[in-house]
């Protein structure tokens, strides 16, 4: 998967504005067509704005694929990390005590959350710090699979997580792929997600099938959006994109054959 170039952002920039402290963030993709290059921009916004610090919980790839991509984005994630601008928890091998799921939060889900709270805890007393602290979680099924089946225990965890944005004032990211769970556990954890939400972007294939110039969908909905009568109300953009060898590029139904 490639990452996004700085100049081929717009639509989507637009489309996430505003993107304030505290705001709450869920990519949901399928195994078609992957969200993972939103993720990419995300990181490169964050670490390239001043002060910006990244909070990044890996389950899905290793830290040199991360640094790897954003090399491409002209960030570099071994200075970044050096500055502590970044921290990377390398979660690949997660795996919990307890076959049966009883013994989970004792080792597994909260020695994580602890980790990442010591870490927002950290960046938020940096003098230097002047901005924003995001947390990010590159795959929320993967918690699942690693807390054999828990969903409590995952729903728990994202909870925790949630509560970091009011009480030090930070953004939490999250991926999840919406296809690979059983019609059972699907609608109480992604509706779950998607109620702590205030952006939820949706990464799919076109209906039509895929096209030479055209790769999938986004759909942005953005809750946090006042209208002209001053109601808090929903925000929805819908684009195309095309993913390049070292860029994605967006663009409106219909501009493009």
């Known amino acids: 998967m490639t990452a996004s170039s700085p100049n081929s952002n717009v639509l989507l920039d637009e489309a996430l504005s505003p993107l304030c402290p505290r705001t ?14 939103v993720l990419h921009h995300l990181m490169k916004r964050v670490l390239s704005s001043s002060g910006g610090v990244l909070v990044f919980v890996s389950l899905s790839h290793p830290f040199s694929h991360y640094d790897r991509i ?27 005590p307890g076959g049966d799921g009883r013994n989970i939060t004792e080792g597994g889900l909260v020695d994580l959350y602890g980790k990442i709270q010591k870490a927002v805890e950290v960046s938020a007393s940096q003098e230097y710090n002047g901005g924003s602290i995001t947390v990010m979680i590159d795959d929320v099924s993967q918690l ?19 509560t970091l944005t009011s009480e030090l004032d930070c953004s939490l990211v999250m991926l999840n792929h919406e296809d690979i769970y059983s019609s059972r556990v699907a609608p109480r954890l992604i509706l ?3 109620y702590l939400s205030d952006i939820v972007i949706k990464a799919e294939p076109l209906a039509t099938g895929l096209a030479t110039d055209v790769h999938g969908q ?3 909905v953005n809750k946090g959006v006042f209208n002209e009568h001053g109601y808090l109300g929903s925000r929805i953009r819908n684009f195309h994109f095309k993913v390049k060898e070292n860029s994605v590029e967006y663009f409106y139904p219909g501009t493009r054959t």
């Open 24 to 37: 709450v963030l869920l990519v949901e993709d399928c195994v078609e067509t992957s969200g993972a290059f």
């Open 70 to 96: 954003l090399r491409k984005l002209g960030c570099n994630l071994i200075t970044q990390r050096d500055n502590n601008r970044f921290f990377f928890f390398d979660m690949l091998k997660l795996e919990y």
């Open 144 to 162: 699942e699979i690693a807390a054999h089946g828990s969903v409590d225990h995952v729903l728990d965890f994202v909870h925790y997580c949630h």
């Open 192 to 194: 779950s997600m998607e």
């Open 218 to 220: 986004l759909t942005v």
